[in-house]
């Protein structure tokens, strides 16, 4: 016979499942530079991009280099003066799952 866990147990396998899932998000704002910009730049000008790491930001610019740890210039072609500038990092709350449905899980499963 499988031993139930105990509410106290089951509410920290909660909180364990949500910290596992949960996220923290970068958002990076695009800002062109100059009065007459490229069309590519023009185009990702004001463009907010939310990456979960710095990383990220190389997948979708091959050529960028960080400046300082809040800016980033993409280089997108020669003589590229545009950045970027994180303008936020967040966590995430992971998906809402109520207790009682999770409590019902771990009580079905006998966790």
Not at 65 to 83: G, I, Q, S
Not at 88 to 104: I, L, T, Y
Request: negative net charge; glycine residues 4%; proline residues 6%.
């Amino acid at each position: 016979m499988q031993k139930s866990a105990s509410p106290f147990e089951a509410f920290e396998a909660f909180l364990a499942f949500r910290a596992f899932i949960a996220q923290r998000l970068q958002s990076w704002v695009f800002m062109a530079v100059g009065d007459n910009p490229c069309e590519e730049c023009d185009s990702y000008d004001g463009e907010v991009f939310e990456v979960e790491s710095e990383d990220e930001l190389f997948d979708m610019f091959e050529y960028g280099e960080f400046v300082d740890a809040d800016t980033f210039k993409p280089n997108l072609h020669p003589n590229c003066f545009c950045f970027m500038k994180k303008i936020s990092e967040v966590e995430v709350a992971p998906p809402d799952v109520p207790f009682a449905e999770f409590w019902q899980n771990i009580v079905e499963k006998g966790v």
